[in-house]
C-alpha cells in the first residue's frame, strides 16, 4: 500500500480526450515528414530501413509480452515510434539485418527488461542505436550521398569538419534541405521543424528542453571556435548531425526525461554541453546520442533537486 502513494511531480490534470496511446501516435505522426524526406533524399533503401526497424520493434514487444504473459499492447504506438526513431538514426544503406537487431535490442534489453513502457531508465531507440555503433562501426558510419540512389558514399559534414577538411561547398541552404549525407531521419531539417512545430502548438513538448539544448550546443560551439575564442560556426553545428532530431523527439521522451520545467532546462543544458565536448574534442564526430543517454542517467537526480515545492510549505531541497 505505501507504494500506491508514491506520485510524481504535481500538478496531476487529466486532460479531456488524451490518452498515452493518442500522444504516442500523433508523435508518430509528426515524425512522418522526415521520414518522408529521408526516403526522397536516399531512396527505396531508406524505406526499407524504416519499414524493417517499426516491424521488428512492433513483433519483439508482442513476443516478448506474449511470453511473459503480459498484456499486449503494441496498439499503444510506443513500439513504433521506438522503431521509427531507430530506423531514423540509421544510414540509409545498412545490411538488411542491423535494423532488426538494432529494434530487438532496443525494446527487449532497453525497454521490457526494465518493465516496459514508463519503467525503462533510458530512451530505447538511442540505446540501440549506441548498441549498433559499438558492434557494427563500419555499417553505422558509412552513409549514402543524398540523390545518388547507386550507393554512393558521403561523409557526413562534421565528419569532414572532425578532419578538418574544407566545408566551403556545403551551404546552410544545403543542411538546412538536407542535401548531405546523413542518418535518414535527421538530414532534413525543414521536415523535423515542422513535425516538432506540429508537437509545440498541441502541446505534447515544451520548448524547455529543446530549447536549451540547441541554444548550449550553439553558444558553445561558438566561444570554443577552431580560430579561437568566439570564431565557431554556430549555425552550422545547430544545422549538421542528429542535433534537431534528438532535441525535439528524443530528448523530450516522457519517460526519460526529468518531470519539471526547471528540471526540463537542466537536462536541456546537459545535453547541449556534452554534445559540443563530445563534436569539439571527443573521438567521435557527433555527440547527440551519447549526450542524452548520459542525461537519461541523471534525470532522477535532476527530479531530486528540481521538485515543485508543495503547496504551504517552504521549499527545501532533500
Known amino acids: 500500500m505505501k507504494d500506491k502513494l508514491k506520485v510524481s511531480a504535481a500538478p496531476h490534470l487529466h486532460k479531456k480526450g488524451e490518452s498515452v496511446s493518442k500522444i504516442m501516435w500523433m508523435v508518430v505522426l509528426s515524425l512522418i515528414p522526415a521520414g518522408a524526406a529521408g526516403v526522397f533524399i536516399f531512396g ?12 521488428s520493434a512492433v513483433v519483439t514487444e508482442a513476443l516478448l509480452q506474449l511470453f511473459t504473459k503480459n498484456k499486449i499492447t503494441i496498439l499503444d504506438g510506443s513500439a513504433v515510434i521506438t522503431g521509427l526513431l531507430l530506423a531514423y538514426n540509421l544510414p540509409a544503406d545498412v545490411p538488411f539485418w542491423l535494423p532488426i537487431i538494432g529494434s530487438f535490442f532496443s525494446i527487449a534489453i532497453a525497454k ?10 533510458f530512451n530505447p531507440a538511442l540505446a540501440g542505436r549506441v548498441f549498433l555503433m559499438a558492434s557494427w562501426p563500419k555499417y553505422m558510419t558509412t552513409f549514402s550521398a543524398p540523390f545518388s540512389y547507386d550507393a554512393v558514399t558521403s561523409a557526413t ?4 569538419l572532425k578532419e578538418g577538411k574544407i566545408l566551403e561547398h ?3 541552404w ?17 521536415a523535423l521543424l515542422a513535425g516538432a512545430a506540429f508537437l509545440l502548438l498541441k502541446g505534447y513538448i515544451s520548448w524547455h528542453i529543446p530549447g536549451s539544448y540547441i541554444l548550449t550546443v550553439g553558444l558553445f560551439t561558438y566561444i570554443f571556435g577552431p580560430r579561437g575564442f568566439f570564431s565557431g ?15 525535439f523527439f528524443m530528448a523530450t521522451d516522457y519517460v526519460t526525461s526529468p518531470l519539471t520545467r526547471r528540471g526540463h532546462i537542466v537536462f536541456g543544458l546537459g545535453c547541449g554541453l556534452l554534445t559540443a565536448v563530445i563534436r569539439l574534442w571527443g573521438g567521435y564526430p557527433e555527440g547527440v546520442s551519447y549526450a542524452i543517454l548520459m542525461m537519461n542517467a541523471a534525470t532522477p537526480l535532476i527530479d531530486r533537486y528540481t521538485k515543485t515545492r508543495i503547496y504551504g510549505t517552504k521549499f527545501s531541497n532533500p
Request: glycine fraction near 18%; proline fraction near 2%; include cysteine.
Open 44 to 55: 527505396l533503401n531508406a524505406l526499407r530501413v524504416i519499414i524493417l526497424g517499426v516491424v
Open 112 to 121: 521490457q527488461v526494465f518493465g516496459g513502457l514508463g519503467q525503462n531508465i
Open 157 to 160: 559534414p562534421l565528419a569532414l
Open 170 to 172: 556545403i551551404s546552410y
Open 174 to 190: 544545403n543542411l538546412f534541405l538536407g542535401k548531405r549525407g546523413g542518418c535518414i531521419g535527421e538530414v532534413c531539417i525543414l
Open 233 to 247: 560556426d554556430w549555425l552550422f553545428h545547430v544545422l549538421s548531425g542528429g542535433l534537431i532530431l534528438g532535441a
